[in-house]
């Protein structure tokens, strides 16, 4: 009946709901996000130039239902198909159309395979390089913060330090990668455990800093006069605008899928780890620790965020003239760090600005950590989903073999190391130009690799016994259109922007582009080498007379 079938992985089954769980709540992370995106959201403004900050919470929550559809698409598939192995969304890709009765359902199955295959690719692969820039930044940040001047600072100033930094942490994440799931998942609970603990300690101070007040900051200087401020939408355009990036900081739930080759019970635990991870780090950690930080926020007064920081607007013009020192939600969009900033008011607020600074430290530190576990979580999606479409023979064989003592794709993990590397390095080298270009390359393969997943819940569920109007037709038809609408709306956005933010989306596309010439011409070449046809003719129903 099928053209190809799903190899055996030769992988362990050591998996259980905790592992597959964690491992795709690592990828989420919500401790590294809210420390590096802050700042954008902050910064965030519409087309006419009017800061969008105000709906940052209600854009995180619209992110979230989007997500969600997504997701709950994601775990339909998971369940119907639990020998998916490390496929995952390529494996689905592929049996939707495979299980039709119609043999000419069965053509199509080849190319959907590679469109998701492509698709896959440029978010996973393209990620980890992106974490690794946002590390090698990071530990110049902290070490930077210890040592304020000096030979140490000097030294964390170079970008050779910082290349350095993000080819050693590619090269350690690649190691833990390469000693197997079982050791990535117990680095994954650990720093899950930790970045909670240290976000829900954050939100818990932010929210006394609001309660107890103890700067005697007036009711009007608060960026938030109240809760409804904070959760109920200022402006639907805003809420778009700032669900375009809150998205950004979803992705991974899925990332279970591709861990179907070693879960013990991979029909029941694959399904609910998709939506666990979602629910524990997207529904709650982020709304909590979103409203906490925006809710805190002292945006005019004496006491304003930023206000001594030197966060300088600059002059349009380019003049050097003086001009007035931004604070507030202004201050956040320009701080490289406002959440540590934050911090250190916060803690200075009720102890010593000692004592606040040392927080900051401790918190900065635990992101680090969250890195390390974002890092792992997407090196091991992507590997794995290379894994399969190299034993199907649509990817270079090198990337099939499996390490001896480890049963891990070490040659995938390996080249992907090096990308990451890479790629890490023109993020520190190009600044934020370059790890924004490539950022939205990984999204942009994000919001295809969604849609596609929508797509083949639509198709793989109709006609069957199992089919659903509402969770195989409604929900999928929902999230395509929103994952196609947000994925729209950040490139369009950009472009009528102009300046820099036209810049990164046009590399972007330059980079999603070159990616898909490289993949059709293997595509293409392979097909011809091996005699397969791309899209084969239709066999004729076997006669029964």
């Known amino acids: 009946m099928t053209e190809s079938s799903q190899p055996s992985t030769g992988m362990k089954k050591t998996l259980g709901l905790t592992g597959v769980t964690v491992n795709a709540m690592a990828l989420i992370a919500p401790g590294a996000f809210l420390w590096m995106t802050y700042q954008i959201q902050a910064a965030s403004a519409d087309t006419a130039g009017n800061s969008t900050a105000s709906d940052m919470w209600t854009g995180i929550v619209a992110a979230l239902i989007v997500a969600f559809l997504t997701a709950l698409a994601f775990s339909e598939l998971a369940r119907r198909y639990p020998e998916a192995g ?168 899925e990332s279970s899928t591709s861990l179907a080759g070693e879960a013990k019970n991979p029909r029941r635990d694959i399904p609910r780890g998709v939506i666990l991870s979602l629910i524990i780090q997207g529904l709650f950690a982020y709304l909590f620790e979103y409203f906490a930080a925006n809710y805190a926020l002292v945006n005019s007064g004496a006491h304003a965020f930023g206000t001594g920081l030197g966060y300088g607007a600059v002059a349009a013009s380019g003049s050097t003239a003086a001009v007035p020192e931004a604070v507030g939600i202004a201050a956040a969009g320009l701080s490289g760090a406002p959440l540590g900033d934050m911090i250190k008011q916060i803690g200075g607020a009720f102890f010593t600005p000692q004592v606040g600074f040392i927080l900051m430290i401790i918190t900065a530190l635990t992101v680090v950590i969250a890195i390390v576990g974002t890092t792992l979580a997407a090196m091991n999606t992507g590997v794995r989903i290379s894994f399969a479409m190299a034993q199907d023979k649509e990817m270079p064989e090198l990337l099939g073999a499996l390490h001896d003592k480890y049963a891990t794709p070490h040659m995938a993990i390996l080249v992907m190391v090096i990308v990451s590397a890479i790629i890490g390095a023109l993020g520190v080298l190009g600044g934020i130009v370059t790890l924004s270009a490539v950022t939205y390359a990984s999204n942009l393969g994000t919001f295809i690799l969604y849609a596609l997943i929508c797509l083949a819940t639509i198709i793989g569920f109709t006609g069957t016994k199992e089919f659903n109007a509402f969770k195989h037709v409604v929900i999928p038809v929902l999230g395509l259109i929103t994952n196609l609408g947000l994925a729209f709306g950040i490139f369009a956005l950009n472009f009528a922007a102009g300046g820099t933010a036209a810049t990164e989306v046009s590399i972007a596309l330059a980079i999603a582009g070159g990616w898909l010439l490289v993949s059709v011409i293997f595509f293409v070449v392979n097909s011809r080498q091996t005699g397969r046809a791309i899209i084969p003719s239709p066999k004729p129903a076997t006669s029964t007379n």
């Open 86 to 253: 490390t496929g995952g969304s390529y494996y689905f890709a592929e049996k939707v159309f495979l299980d039709k009765e119609n043999p000419a359902h069965h053509r199509w199955a080849r190319l959907a395979k590679f469109i998701t295959g492509w698709a896959a690719h440029l978010f996973y692969w393209v990620y980890p390089g992106v974490m690794v820039a946002f590390f090698a930044t990071l530990v110049q940040y902290v070490v930077q913060q210890i040592f304020p001047s000096g030979p140490i600072f000097d030294l964390f100033s170079s970008n050779i330090t910082l290349v350095v930094i993000a080819v050693l942490f590619s090269a350690g994440v690649g190691a833990i990668a390469w000693r197997g799931i079982s050791g990535s998942t117990n680095v994954a609970i650990a720093i899950n455990v930790i970045q909670l603990v240290a976000l829900i300690g954050f939100s818990i101070m932010a929210l006394a800093f609001r309660i107890a007040n103890p700067l005697a900051v007036q009711p009007t200087e608060w960026y938030h006069p109240g809760v409804t401020s904070v959760t109920f939408p200022h402006s639907f355009s805003s809420m778009l605008v700032q669900a375009t990036i809150a998205i950004l900081i979803l992705v991974g739930f």
